[in-house]
Nanobody, 123 residues
Framework: VELAEYGGGLVTAGGSLSLSCGVS???????MGWFRQAPGKEREFVAG????????SYADPVKGRFTISRDSAKNTANLQMNSLKPEDTAVYYC??????????????????WGQGTQVTVSS
């Protein structure tokens, strides 16, 4: 399974970016997660969604600003990021957890990862 993120870039504070993640093949059951890693920091959970989109989960710092969505027919997942802050600057990764029935927040629970895309928010 291969994943690829798209859509990172440079934006000023208060702006918006949309990230997309493509999955190379159809999977019968998985959770899609978005993580981020800033320089010198550990990789942290940002948002997650179950296969049918019925359940979502967000990290507290992004609640109300970020929205995760997916198109199961296209095997893609999106992360809409609004009201961006300088502290959102990081490399953003998408990942899938094949065994999931719950949305794990630990990176170690995810089986496949994309290569990451840089998001930089200037003040």
């Amino acid at each position: 399974v291969e994943l690829a993120e798209y859509g990172g870039g440079l934006v000023t504070a208060g702006g918006s970016l949309s990230l997309s993640c493509g999955v190379s093949r159809s999977l019968t059951s998985y959770v899609m997660g978005w993580f981020r890693q800033a320089p010198g920091k550990e990789r942290e959970f940002v948002a997650g969604m179950t296969l049918n989109g019925g359940r979502t989960s967000y990290a507290d710092p992004v609640k109300g600003r970020f929205t995760i969505s997916r198109d199961s027919a296209k095997n893609t997942a999106n992360l809409q990021m609004n009201s961006l802050k300088p502290e959102d600057t990081a490399v953003y990764y998408c990942a899938v957890d094949l065994s999931a029935h719950i949305i794990e927040t630990r990176a170690s629970e995810y089986d496949y990862w994309g290569q990451g895309t840089q998001v930089t928010v200037s003040s």
